[in-house]
């Protein structure tokens, strides 16, 4: 029996049509760069501190000493969030008394930020942060609003995602797999039609169509990806690797402003970045094992961002170097994930199983400023967690079983076994066991690949 690669082999490769759809697919999730990173800016945090009244009875000497001082990396500054008792330090101002030298501040009663906020306007004019007054005790909502932000992106990716499918017509290969015979020759004509090539007198042979149609019609759902020990571990493994993965590269995303240095350029830095590491992902796939290549850079970048804490403080340049290193490793892992998974999971399930994965990445997605804000209470914090839970995902990914030169399976049946469960069944057994499907030929099916 033919396979479907052969089938349509007379479509070329690299046709009119192809390329279209390959333009539609990459156009649809354009826009989600911008509607994503855009927060990095409009959640910006500027410096501030507590607002004096123009109204208070102070001396210039008070109005620039109204802040208590605290330790924040080493040096003193002015304290964000808290003030000197206002009508203390007027009282001490209206006696001509000079703050340090004749009153001890240290001793001095504190209140809140009780007028609001004078925000910076050096970086930012005005930022959500900046008009909600989202700072001091309400921090808990900079996040938050964040994170609100992610899954509105995630209700538009999916608008957007059904709009563009209007556009791009279904899969021939899906289709013949739920029987729809008469549907993908259509598409397939369409495409010839598109490529200039003319189409055989007969696409799919009747003689193989019958020979299909007997097999019984397996309808799947979501708690198939669940349906035995080897396929529930590799798809929670595969939400883990997923989600992780788009916290490493959220946060990092996220955290490029409050590098040292200008935001802006900092931000821009952080996204090229990601064009030598997409080419390296496709480099990599093209040759190489993927759970090898992806734990390999799971652990690069996971360690750079590990080493940041060993940086001094006066070598800001190389911690941005750092960080821009675990960026590439991280985004590098992130674009090879949508290949590996679909590769590990059958036709039936496989758009499923991208699906449910990507949406465990959008739950990362929305931790990810969690992970930020942690660096208001030390500033190498969010990549020591960062850093540990790369690699940590990275050795998981050790465990999955091979995708590289393995036809793609048909079935759930057929789904290679996960790397753990096969080494506690050999070390139960105290056999060594082979893996079928290296060892045996599979037959060639009508569909093998997307």
């Not at 496709?282 to 652990?299: H, K, S």
């Not at 960062?386 to 079983?401: A, D, Q, R």
Request: charged fraction near 20%; glycine fraction near 6%; hydrophobic fraction near 45%.
């Amino acid at each position: 029996m033919r396979d479907y690669d052969e089938v349509t082999s007379f479509l070329g490769e690299w046709g009119l049509f192809q390329r279209l759809i390959f333009f539609l697919l990459s156009a649809s999730i354009i826009p989600n760069g911008f509607n994503g990173m855009s927060i990095v800016f409009l959640a910006g945090t500027p410096e501030h501190r507590c607002r004096v009244p123009d109204s208070a009875n102070l001396s210039s000497a008070w109005r620039n000493h109204s802040a208590p001082l605290r330790l924040q990396d080493g040096r003193q500054v002015p304290h964000n969030c808290r003030r000197y008792r206002l009508a203390a330090i007027a009282n001490f101002s209206a006696l001509g008394l000079e703050p340090g030298r004749d009153v001890d501040l240290e001793q001095l009663e504190q209140e809140d930020c009780l007028d609001g906020w004078e925000f910076s306007q050096d970086v930012y004019l005005s930022t959500i942060v900046t008009e909600w007054n989202l700072v001091c005790k309400e921090d808990w909502k900079t996040p938050l609003t964040t994170s609100l932000f992610f899954v509105g992106v995630l209700l538009g990716s999916f608008f957007s995602g059904q709009l563009s499918d209007r556009f791009i017509p279904e899969s021939p290969r899906w289709l013949i797999s739920q029987r729809r015979f008469r549907e993908a020759e259509e598409i397939i004509q369409k495409a010839a039609k598109m490529n200039n090539v003319a189409v055989p007198a007969v696409i799919f042979d009747p003689v193989e169509l019958q020979e299909l149609r007997p097999l019984k019609q397996e309808k799947v759902f979501i708690l198939d990806l669940f349906r035995t020990r080897n396929i529930a571990t590799i798809t929670i493994m595969f939400i883990l690797l997923w989600m992780l993965t788009s916290v490493g590269y959220f946060a990092l995303s996220l955290n490029s402003p409050n590098l040292h240095g200008d935001a802006y350029l900092n931000c821009f830095l952080s996204a090229l970045i990601e064009v030598p590491a997409y080419i390296t992902a496709w480099l990599l796939l093209r040759t190489l094992p993927r759970r090898y290549i992806i734990a390999g850079v799971l652990f690069f970048g996971g360690g750079v961002l590990l080493l940041i804490q060993l940086v001094p403080a006066d070598y800001n340049f190389v911690s941005i170097g750092l960080v821009m290193l675990g960026k590439f490793g991280v985004t590098s892992a992130f674009s090879m994930l949508y290949v590996f998974t679909a590769e590990l999971y059958p036709t039936m399930v496989r758009n499923m199983a991208v699906g449910i994965t990507s949406m465990a990445s959008r739950v990362g997605s929305i931790i990810a400023p969690y992970f930020v804000y942690l660096g208001a209470y030390n500033k190498v914090l969010p990549y020591i967690l960062m850093g540990s839970l790369t690699i940590l995902i990275g050795i998981i990914t050790l465990f999955f079983p091979e995708s590289l030169g393995m036809t793609l399976p048909e079935s759930l049946e057929e789904m290679q076994k996960v790397k753990c469960i096969h080494l506690i069944f050999r070390f139960r057994s105290g056999k060594k066991t082979r893996d079928s499907m290296n060892k045996e030929e599979t037959p060639k099916v009508l569909i093998t690949s997307f």
